[in-house]
């Protein structure tokens, strides 16, 4: 019975021999040996076929590879071996394969593993039901669905690449990747063993789980070791706050810093305080919740339907209460005013949770426009604390058909439109007067305006107050030109037009007849109308350069 059961052995392992080429041309491997076994049995079919039955503790040998198996059956002749039961795969110790069934070709060095199959490199343990295993260039195939686990990540998928001379793995179909921080979905992921580098080459969805993070990309590479990422070719990172769209992306979560490049686009989730930012190159601090754009900048305060359009050479952003700790921000608004666009306390107990806890500041060739007001400036600093926008260094505020300029200007917003406008030494206020060639004009040492649903309703001049105002009858003609000062003086407008003009405290003036005014036009000193420079719509400032 025992001798049938080594024949029929014999002549299974003779079928698999008889499906192999036979060309003398064909270079053989290493012949297989023999180095130890409990039992052994050799039997000779014919010139071809040549059997040795090994069983009990079986251990061969090709090159430095060593094959262990309960039992095996050898083709000395054709170089195959053929192994049941607890079968090791040992490498040259770096790579050890583990199975219940294996189909050795030893002429080209490839192993066929079924059943329970196990690879290991030392550093990841894949497991799968059927490998393919090419010992010559240390390729591992899987096309029935396996699992890599390395470390505390996980990946499973219907196809595998296993590369061991550089440990790369390449899962194809259904790629599920888990780690303690994130799971990653995709078709196509190439993950190195020993770097810990996740590589992506098809679209790829990365959530994080710690930080609710949701990135998309095509193309790029996550270090799941030192927590680094590079992505390519428009990817997004979206969490609960807000959403990064750019070209190229670099992020580091284990110091908080991010870099993004090309068309970066940042947009605030937050509908009541939010803010978007484009620019070409964005870096940002998640720690200190910071962010810092260059390259033709452009943030949007979201206002409603007037969104308030700034750019700059550099715009920065981070939180006020930071601020604070290293530097004295003045309280230049009462915020118990009842004003919908200011919802916190002056006092900052929970900045992290406080959506307005923000500051911005823009250097150099400052630009904003709105529908209701525009205006230029060498730098801005703007808080949503308080909602008041700070422009430094010759400002320039448009307002409709007013012109206002000053060394400083304070631009208060109220339910999301301008409240007030204050202007700090050699304030000059001009209006022009319809289409004609005159200009309205009011000058001091400060200026404060008043506005109303959006439009200018007074203006107070104080110091050194000077004023030039061209009066008309009821068919809106001119009668005359006056020009006067005082301490104080008072213009009260409507629809964004000067109509009345109050003068308090030393008054000292003259009104000039229209011919006279005609031939040489009245102008206080400094007057500049800089209509030129005035931003004309958004879109020019998107095409600042």
């Known amino acids: 019975m025992r001798a049938l059961f080594i024949f029929l052995l014999f002549v299974h392992a003779s079928s698999w021999g008889q499906r192999l080429p036979t060309d003398s041309n064909n270079a053989e491997g290493k012949k297989i040996d023999i180095i130890k076994a409990d039992r052994y049995n050799f039997q000779q079919i014919d010139s071809v076929n040549q ?35 607890n079968i090791h795969i040992n490498d040259a110790d770096s790579i050890h394969t583990y199975a219940q069934y294996l189909r050795y070709l030893g002429k080209e060095k490839k192993a066929f593993l079924k059943t329970k199959v196990r690879l290991t490199d030392g550093k990841g343990v894949l497991t799968t039901e059927e490998l393919e295993y090419d010992a010559t260039v240390k390729i591992g195939t899987y096309l029935k669905g396996g699992k890599l686990v390395n470390k505390k990540s996980t990946l499973t998928s219907k196809e595998g690449y296993y590369y061991g001379d550089t440990r790369d793995v390449i899962f194809k179909r259904n790629v599920v990747m888990i780690d303690p921080d994130n799971k990653i979905t995709g078709d196509t992921l190439q993950y190195n063993t020993g770097t810990e580098i996740a590589t992506f ?34 990817s997004i990172i979206e969490d609960s706050s807000a959403v990064f769209t750019a070209d190229d992306m670099a992020f580091d979560d284990s110091t908080g810093l991010g870099e993004f490049r090309g068309n970066a686009v940042y947009r605030s989730k937050d509908t009541a305080q939010g803010f978007d930012m484009i620019a070409n190159n964005i870096r940002t601090n998640k720690k200190n919740n910071s962010m810092v754009a260059t390259q033709k900048p452009l943030l949007l ?12 050479d550099t715009l920065y952003s981070a939180k006020l209460s ?41 250097y150099c060739n400052v630009k904003i426009f709105s529908d209701s007001l525009q205006a230029v400036g060498d730098s801005l600093f703007y808080s949503l604390k308080d909602s008041v926008f700070r422009l430094f260094k010759k400002p320039i ?14 631009l208060y917003i109220k339910n999301k439109k301008p409240e007030r406008l204050y202007v700090f030494e050699n304030s000059m206020a001009i209006n022009k007067v319809d289409s004609s060639e005159f200009f309205n004009q009011l000058r001091g040492t400060t200026i404060n305006a008043l506005f109303e649903d959006g439009k200018i309703n007074s203006m107070r001049a104080k110091g050194n107050a000077e004023n030039v105002y ?10 005359g030109v006056n020009k006067s000062s005082a301490d104080i003086i008072d213009v009260f407008f409507e629809d964004s037009k000067p109509q009345k003009v109050v003068f308090l405290r030393n008054l000292d003036g ?5 011919r006279t005014t005609k031939k040489k036009k009245k102008k206080i000193r400094g007057f500049k109308w800089l209509e030129a420079v005035r931003p004309k719509s958004k879109y020019e400032l998107l095409m600042l350069k």
């Open 51 to 85: 059997f040795a039955s090994l069983a009990g503790n079986v251990i061969v040998k090709q090159d430095n590879v060593l094959f262990y198996a309960d039992s095996a059956v050898l083709n000395r002749q054709l170089n195959i071996l053929e192994a049941f039961g």
């Open 201 to 234: 080459t098809s679209p790829t969805v990365v959530y994080n789980i710690k930080d609710k993070r949701t990135i998309k990309t095509r193309e790029g590479f996550y270090d799941m070791k030192n927590k680094k990422a590079e992505l390519y070719k428009r």
């Open 301 to 312: 305060i979201k206002q409603g339907a007037d969104t308030i359009y700034i750019a700059a």
């Open 322 to 362: 930071d601020l604070t700790k290293s530097r004295k921000v003045p309280t230049i608004r009462d915020l118990s005013v009842n004003d919908s666009s200011i919802k916190q306390k002056p006092t900052i107990d929970k900045a992290a949770e406080d959506s307005s806890d923000k500051f911005f500041e823009a």
């Open 397 to 410: 505020v448009w307002a409709q058909d007013n012109q206002i300029t000053g060394d400083t200007i304070y």
């Open 470 to 479: 061209y009066a008309t009858d009821e068919d809106k003609q001119f009668i």
């Open 510 to 514: 003259t009104t000039y007849p229209m």
